[in-house]
């Protein structure tokens, strides 16, 4: 948390140093900072998952964009050749048993902004939430897909 303080602190002056500041010019400064925290990174005494857990939210926010892109062409492509009768829409139990709150609202929205399948109920308990998939003919795919494409990659950049 700390190398994010210093990052943010770093974007604001050079921010600060500039006459007519701006967003863009915020953004360029905090990937100034970034890429110099990142080069002293062995020179700090204090060593964080912040670089770690940077890649991983990247690489989270491709392959959110790369599933979604996947999962629209999917559909159009089931809607516009596949009979009716091949489509098996199903309500899929996934067990959400040792995510925190935040990963859990994470999930279910990025299952939800997936085209295809849409999460309808989550346990008060929050240990299982109940996904409709538009094939869902096969649970135990459902479940294995949105394990290894969403919430591994979650878990990758919260914990």
Not at 19 to 28: K, N, R, T, Y
Not at 72 to 84: G, H, S
Not at 96 to 119: A, K, M, Q, V, W
Request: proline share 5%; aromatic share 14%.
């Amino acid at each position: 948390m700390i190398h994010f303080a210093i990052n943010i602190m770093i974007a604001l002056c050079w921010v600060f140093l500039l006459a007519e500041p701006s967003f863009d010019d915020f953004v360029i400064g905090f990937l100034i900072g970034y890429i110099l925290l990142s080069i002293c990174q062995p020179l700090l005494r204090q060593q964080s998952g912040y670089f770690r857990r940077t890649a991983a939210l990247l690489k989270f926010v491709f392959q959110f964009i790369k599933l979604f892109i996947q999962s629209n062409y999917t559909i159009a492509k089931a809607v516009v050749f596949r009979p009716v009768q091949e489509i098996k829409p199903n309500f899929v139990e996934y067990d959400t048993d040792g995510l925190r709150f935040p990963e859990i609202f994470l999930l279910t929205h990025c299952i939800t902004l997936t085209p295809g399948t849409t999460s309808a109920y989550i346990a008060p308990d929050l240990k299982k939430i109940v996904v409709h998939a538009f094939d869902g003919e096969d649970p135990e795919a459902v479940r294995n897909d949105i394990k290894t494409n969403l919430e591994n990659y979650i878990l990758a950049f919260t914990r």
